[in-house]
């Protein structure tokens, strides 16, 4: 079965510039999750999303927005970026709506802003 | 922010000794996860404990909770050198909808 799947792999942007990141679940799974990870920290919740609908926001600006399709891929939207948004961005899926579900991460984005 | 705060935050240890790492937290939780992440790459689920959980076993792994003290401990039996990662702890808050990660120990197993 294939996993969690994210793209692209690798992303350079400038400052200003808006960005689209993707992500497919697990087939079955309903629920994808948004995490941030700043080199040499731990991942920071961004967002959920349970059949279409967010469920939870963590304490990230508005320039931050997600989607959930019918076929519950997801997209992370990051408008005006900053030098602070260069990172890891990993999507997570899992089958129920709470986090206490075990989440399956991706590989991850690695985002750089120049 | 970050709710778990893994100690130590790096760990050097010889093949075929044991590992452990801490973590503690602030809040109350509903359960408490560890996972494992190779070189910067995506996460691994190792194991879920219970808030009403205080030890469970996974293979080589052993997790015990005490919630008395917010605090939880990996322990990983005869150590390989395909151990080597960073080990995270996840908290899910009572009350919040988010998982929240510590800032993670790194093990190195050498050889």
């Known amino acids: 079965d294939a996993g969690v799947t994210q793209s692209p792999t690798h992303l350079i942007k400038t400052r200003g510039q808006h960005v689209t990141l993707r992500c497919s679940p697990i087939s079955g799974h309903k629920s994808v999750s948004w995490y941030q990870q700043v080199l040499g920290q731990g991942p920071q919740f961004i967002f959920q999303y349970y059949e279409k609908e967010e469920r939870g926001r963590g304490n990230f600006p508005d320039r931050f927005s997600a989607r959930q399709f019918p076929n519950y891929s997801s997209e992370l939207n990051v408008n005006a970026l900053l030098l602070g948004d260069s990172a890891l961005y990993l999507c997570?899926?899992?089958?129920?709506?709470?986090?206490?579900?075990?989440?399956?991460f991706g590989p991850g984005t690695r985002l750089t802003v120049t | 922010s970050q709710q778990g705060e893994e100690d130590p935050q790096a760990l050097s240890i010889q093949e075929g000794e044991n590992a452990t790492m801490n973590c503690s937290y602030k809040t109350s939780i509903n359960n408490l996860q560890w996972y494992r992440q190779n070189s910067g790459r995506g996460l691994v689920h190792l194991i879920l404990i219970r808030s009403n959980e205080r030890e469970k076993h996974s293979g080589r792994l052993r997790v015990t909770l005490d919630t008395s003290k917010k605090s939880s401990s990996l322990l990983i039996t005869a150590s390989r050198a395909a151990d080597t990662a960073s080990y995270f702890c996840?908290?899910?808050?009572?009350?919040?909808?988010?998982?929240?990660f510590g800032s993670g120990t790194r093990l190195q197993v050498q050889p």
């Open positions: 997570a899926s899992s089958l129920g709506g709470l986090v206490s579900y075990e989440q399956y």
């Open positions: 996840a908290t899910d808050p009572v009350n919040r909808r988010a998982l929240t």
